[in-house]
């Protein structure tokens, strides 16, 4: 079945320094979405790509969609403690309204 | 606008017990979803209503798994009986028709311990 992984699946950094988190899908996707879950709650929807090679920007955050729609990224410039959390990527797979949720990147800043 | 509420919080039994999560979606939002989150892992849909009827149950274990959408609101998840391995946090979330646009709205989930 279709499978999406995510890498790393942990990663600690500094406060100030980036950070990035990569989505991988065994399968072609028609879109994927990325969602935040912090310590203790709940994911929280962040942002969808659809396009073949689309960026999408948030402040501090920059979303890719690769161009063969297999893979994407998730990349936050000088982070903050407020980034603390678990990044999940979802991938829709095509000919249906399924999401498959990544394995998900959990993210420490050290202040 | 309300979220997506989710009742218990959390919750503790004992294997071969049974339990039930209560969920009740967004005013509005017709597609409702039940997700088990094992720690350290991400969500896996278990059972996804349209309205009142089901679309997709296909990872719901059905032999001790069972799932209800009454009137096209509200919905109940029961595990009966519960095994340890189906300790994790049970997520309902809702979407208006399709959620390839806004994506899914989660409530803030059951932690269950089977223990």
């Known amino acids: 079945g279709q499978q999406v992984m995510q890498i790393p699946q942990y990663q600690h950094v500094q406060e100030g320094e980036d950070f990035t988190t990569y989505c991988n899908s065994s399968?072609?996707?028609?879109?994927i979405q990325w969602y935040k879950q912090r310590p203790g709650g709940h994911p929280v929807f962040l942002i969808q790509?659809?396009?073949?090679?689309e960026v999408k920007k948030q402040k501090r955050l920059t979303f890719q969609f690769g161009e063969a729609k297999k893979n994407s990224s998730l990349h936050i410039t000088a982070t903050q403690t407020t980034d603390v959390g678990t990044y999940f990527c979802a991938g829709q797979r095509i000919g249906t309204y399924k999401y498959i949720f990544g394995t998900g990147t959990r993210l420490k800043v050290l202040a | 606008e309300a979220g997506v509420a989710q009742s218990p919080r959390y919750k503790i039994i004992e294997k071969r017990q049974s339990v039930a999560f209560w969920c009740n979606p967004i005013?509005?939002?017709?597609?409702l979803y039940w997700y088990q989150q094992i720690l350290g892992q991400g969500p896996k849909l278990l059972i996804q209503f349209q309205n009142n009827g089901v679309v997709d149950d296909s990872q719901l274990p059905k032999d001790r798994f069972s799932a209800e959408r009454l009137k096209g609101v509200d919905s109940t998840l029961k595990i009966q009986p519960a095994k340890l391995e189906d300790s994790a946090v049970y997520l309902c979330?809702?979407?208006?028709?399709?959620?390839?646009?806004?994506?899914?709205?989660f409530g803030s989930g059951t932690r269950l311990t089977v223990v």
């Open positions: 979330a809702s979407s208006l028709d399709r959620p390839d646009t806004y994506g899914y709205t």
């Open positions: 399968t072609t996707l028609s879109n």
């Open positions: 005013s509005g939002h017709a597609t």
């Open positions: 790509l659809v396009k073949s090679g």
